[in-house]
């Protein structure tokens, strides 16, 4: 296999080059300084597989597709799909995996982590030390809010929603949820409307897909129903949110917090959001665990050799 040609899009993850590296014959896109600088200087008919992830463009992404005649894969490090043209991939036969399942339990995690630190003002009272204000006797820190006994609303219960859907339940919240169907599986209230579901929910936590039907499905009546103790949390993506909306209700006090772990133009953030207290952020790291991200890289590599030794792709999305 080693003179198959497989191109990697950006850095990802140092094990997943060392793995690639060691079975084909690895291209590293950000060696050179652009598109047609690669394109110049390689057989792009060599390239037979293309790695990507959730921060490569869909432009970028598109360039590679037309440009490589002989693409036969596309695997993507992440289970998030919304950069990629799957309908293209399916047109021009291009197979698509993903790496779904190996990364639910940490985003979870850090979704549940992202409500403690927003109710509980883990990452203010940790300025608050640091800073020395606590010795002065005058600046006392301010009351928290309570996680335990909340009730917990999440837009998409699949994988990832259902793990946090779990681990909320061990705080003893109540769970409902909306997604595009009723799930016959689970006792957890569904609401049909992302309305009704921030209508009646303290904690509204973003984990479905990102789609056209799901841009900015955290809008300003969104925010309005879930009310000026609310939060939202958002671990899918960040054009799930209006972040203009979102930054206004902060401000004026219509919304009580929010937790992002994604932004809309990441990895820029709007610097507003730096200045409000009530806002925990994280730079999109929901599943950047070593374990995780090792578990990513070999679901990448299992999924190319399954491929070109003719063998059922572990993860196929197209
Ligand atoms: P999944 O199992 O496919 O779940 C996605 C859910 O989205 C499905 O249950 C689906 O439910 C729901 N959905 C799709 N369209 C919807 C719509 N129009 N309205 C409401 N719900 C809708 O995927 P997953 O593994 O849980 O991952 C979810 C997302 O998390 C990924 O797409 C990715 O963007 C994000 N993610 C983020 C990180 C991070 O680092 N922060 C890491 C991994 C994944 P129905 O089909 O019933 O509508």
Redesign the pocket.
């Known amino acids: 296999m080693e003179n198959i040609g497989v191109l990697m899009a950006c850095p990802m993850n140092a094990y997943l080059e060392h793995q690639l590296h060691n079975r084909f014959n690895l291209l590293r896109f950000w060696n050179f300084p652009d598109s047609d600088a690669f394109f110049a200087q390689i057989n792009a008919a060599s390239v037979r597989a293309l790695v990507v992830n959730a921060f490569v463009g869909a432009d970028l992404l598109d360039v590679f597709i037309d440009r490589l005649p002989n693409l036969e894969i596309l695997s993507t490090y992440?289970?998030?799909l919304?950069k990629v043209d799957l309908a293209k991939c399916k047109e021009k036969g291009i197979r698509v995996t993903n790496t779904?399942d190996v990364?639910?339990d940490d985003?979870a995690d850090i979704a549940i982590g992202l409500i403690l630190a927003v109710l509980r003002k883990i990452s203010e009272g940790d300025r608050f030390v640091k800073k020395g204000l606590w010795k002065m006797a005058h600046f006392q820190f301010q009351f928290t809010s309570q996680f335990s006994g909340k009730s917990v609303g999440i837009?998409?219960?699949?994988?990832?929603?259902l793990a946090i859907a779990k681990r909320a339940e061990a705080f003893n919240c109540a769970i409902s949820y909306?997604?595009?169907?009723q799930k016959l599986n689970t006792n957890y209230k569904y609401y049909p409307t992302v309305i009704e579901l921030a209508s009646n929910c303290q904690i509204l936590v973003v984990?479905?897909?990102?789609?056209p039907?799901?841009h900015h499905?955290i809008n300003r009546q969104v925010i309005d129903s879930l009310g000026p103790n609310g939060v939202v949390i958002n671990?899918?993506?960040g054009g799930h949110v209006d972040e203009a909306e979102l930054i206004s209700a902060l401000v004026e006090g219509r919304l009580g917090g929010a937790g992002l772990?994604?932004f809309e133009d990441e990895p820029e953030v709007n610097e507003e959001l730096f200045g409000i207290d009530n806002v925990v952020l994280l730079p999109?790291?929901?599943?950047a665990t070593v374990e995780t991200r090792n578990a990513m890289a070999d679901l990448v590599v299992r999924n190319l050799e399954a491929h070109f030794m003719n063998k059922p792709l572990l993860t196929r999305v197209v």
């Open positions: 992440s289970v998030g919304d779904p990364l639910t985003v837009i998409g219960l699949g994988r990832i929603g909306h997604s595009r169907s984990a479905c897909a990102l789609t039907e799901t499905i671990i899918a993506r772990d994604v999109h790291h929901g599943c």
